[in-house]
């Protein structure tokens, strides 16, 4: 199975701060990922899709890069309401699998 | 617009079988390039895929679980059925349904709220 590794696991943050949040695969899976946003006792929400293609409706500050092993996915200046935590997920191939998360905290 | 509602014991003893039903709204099944699947994640923990299941019922299972987890499409009640056997502690979790879109992709644009089962004598 492809491993997925997420970091830093947490970070803190102020509103207006950008921030990178990087999702490692353990082997080539293209641009084949996706990134969710979970807030405390809600589903993750779909962010992004194929590494860089932003869903419709979700806020153009996420920006998400990278082919290959290497992802990232950029805040550009926090809002109040992305306080959350993010998880990156590989559908390269089966078992599809989630990256750990990070936990984007309030300073 | 696309919904789906999980439903289910929130209680399960050690060992009994836990069956989880997803009520789809806003799609159908049986259309071309639909898929459902499951997601679970344990308490304070990361998410985990379970199982999918697509229009033309071609099923993935993850293999670690694949021995114990049943997944059924039912296109005239438009809802999907998990079942998974010999349940255990470590299978306390918040189940989500998830709607895949097979012809672009194997990832999930849209979440049901989730079902929290504990297992638990």
């Known amino acids: 199975a492809i491993q997925l590794t997420q970091s830093p696991s947490s970070l803190s943050a102020s509103v207006g701060d950008r921030v990178t949040l990087t999702c490692r695969a353990s082997?080539?899976?293209?641009?084949?990922l996706a990134w969710y946003q979970q807030k405390p006792g809600e589903g993750p929400k779909l962010l992004i899709y194929d590494a860089s293609r932003l869903k419709s409706g979700a806020p153009s500050r996420f920006t998400g890069s990278g082919s290959g092993t290497d992802f990232t996915l950029t805040v550009s200046g926090l809002q109040p309401e992305d306080f959350a935590t993010y998880y990156c997920?590989?559908?390269?191939?089966?078992?599809?699998?989630f990256g750990g998360g990070t936990k984007v905290q309030i300073k | 617009q696309i919904a789906l509602k999980e439903s289910g014991p929130t209680l399960v003893k050690p060992t009994q079988t836990l069956t989880l039903t997803c009520k789809l709204s806003?799609?159908?099944?049986?259309?071309?390039?639909?898929?459902v699947g499951w997601v679970r994640q344990p308490p304070g923990k990361a998410l985990e895929w379970l199982a999918l299941i697509y229009w033309n019922d071609d099923k993935r299972y993850s293999p670690s679980l694949k021995n114990r987890l049943t997944i059924t499409g039912d296109t005239s009640k438009n809802q999907v059925v998990l079942t998974m056997t010999n349940l255990g502690p470590v299978d306390t979790a918040t189940y989500f349904c998830?709607?895949?879109?097979?012809?672009?992709?194997?990832?999930?644009?849209?979440w049901g709220q989730g079902s929290l089962v504990s297992v638990s004598s």
């Open positions: 806003g799609f159908s099944l049986g259309t071309t390039g639909e898929g």
């Open positions: 082997q080539d899976i293209d641009t084949d």
């Open positions: 998830v709607h895949s879109w097979k012809l672009v992709g194997y990832y999930f644009d849209y």
């Open positions: 997920q590989q559908f390269k191939s089966f078992p599809l699998t």
